[in-house]
């Protein structure tokens, strides 16, 4: 099971990723670079690439619809060529918040549109030349559009592997489905190990039965709260405004998927109540009404007792690599958690 972190630079970019040497030899595997609304991640990645020797670099995530899929591809074959093939293209729809509201383009065909991207970054990889006629991109544009003189073309360098990794986060059965099909990895929100199989189950089955073997193994990344400590039990409390925000806020009413996989994971009436206080304003109310079982389930804080047996219920449910937040006081602890976690994960 590999070990994750996602970058927090709260503190200051050049600050954390200094720090990154130190979880590096803590044994650190992958870190994940997010981007929504804030600097792009893509020139973050570069400096990561530049600052370290082994830890490999994921986009946590780049949505889907503010890069041509030509770029995209472009993109992930420059990040794997100055990180030495240790970059790994992470990809998702994000929100209609975000990209109509930040990017002002249409949240249209997330699936259409995903699908279609893998297609050509893939092609692209290949160094074939680009033609492909889908439902959402056509490259060349066809006849009668632009200017007419557009040709296939093929990416001038060579990129270092013809197979980039790409992990797509997604909760939506079809979505997850679509995901265990063509990805070499999928990232979950929200994961709660003993509800993965009766919500996501007969979507990953389905996926999975039209999967390459060239493929691999689908990596399952779930992302996970983590302290260590008999005395730790109060740092949930942090999760409770994030998961309101997603839950309640991130989305219109009867449009938000967060809210909606809330429901299936069996919390209809706290879904609703979360989403009706938000969308009112009242955040800290619908804050307070985040199930405590939620914040509990989907972590790793507690007792080494009780990381050891949800590291154990994560692996038994299909989860590959643990995507943590550590919470210390100081950089010495945070490091000291994800050595702990590498020895408890690789028991």
Not at 69 to 75: I, N, S, V
Not at 76 to 101: C, H, K, M, N
Not at 121 to 141: D, F, I, K, S
Request: aromatic residues 8%; glycine residues 12%; hydrophobic residues 40%.
């Amino acid at each position: 099971m590999r070990i994750g972190m996602a970058l927090n630079y709260s503190g200051g970019f050049k600050e954390s990723v200094e720090e990154l040497a130190d979880y590096e030899k803590a044994g650190l595997d992958i870190v994940f670079v997010p981007e929504a609304y804030s600097f792009d991640a893509v020139s973050q990645m570069g400096y990561i690439a530049a600052k370290t020797g082994r830890l490999e670099i994921a986009s946590g995530i780049l949505p889907i619809y503010s890069r041509t899929p030509a770029l995209l591809a472009m993109t992930a074959a420059g990040l794997d060529y100055v990180s030495d093939g240790r970059f790994t293209l992470g990809l998702g729809a994000s929100g209609p918040q975000v990209i109509e509201g930040f990017h002002g383009v249409p949240y249209t065909a997330p699936l259409g549109r995903t699908k279609e991207i893998i297609e050509i970054c893939r092609q692209v990889w290949r160094r074939e030349r680009l033609q492909y006629e889908g439902r959402h991109y056509t490259v060349p544009l066809p006849p009668g559009e632009g200017t007419g003189l557009g040709k296939p073309l093929k990416i001038i360098n060579r990129p270092v592997r013809s197979r980039i990794p790409i992990v797509v986060a997604a909760i939506g059965p079809k979505n997850v489905e679509l995901t265990a099909e063509l990805a070499e990895g999928w990232e979950p929100i929200f994961y709660v190990p003993e509800k993965a199989a009766e919500v996501w189950g007969p979507s990953l089955a389905a996926g999975k039965s039209r999967r390459d073997p060239e493929l691999g193994e689908l990596d399952v990344i779930a992302q996970a709260s983590l302290a260590i400590g008999d005395d730790v039990a109060g740092l949930l409390e942090f999760g409770r405004p994030i998961a309101a925000l997603y839950i309640g806020g991130m989305g219109a009413r009867g449009k938000n998927f967060y809210n909606d996989l809330a429901r299936r994971y069996g919390y209809e009436r706290e879904a609703a109540l979360i989403q009706d206080l938000y969308l009112q304003g009242k955040k800290d109310e619908a804050a307070a009404q985040v199930p405590a079982e939620l914040l509990e389930k989907m972590s790793l804080v507690g007792s080494e007792g009780f990381v050891r047996d949800r590291v154990q219920a994560m692996r038994e449910s299909g989860v590959t690599t643990l995507n943590v937040t550590p919470f210390g006081r100081t950089h010495e602890d945070r490091v000291r958690l994800i050595e702990q976690i590498k020895e408890i994960a690789a028991g």
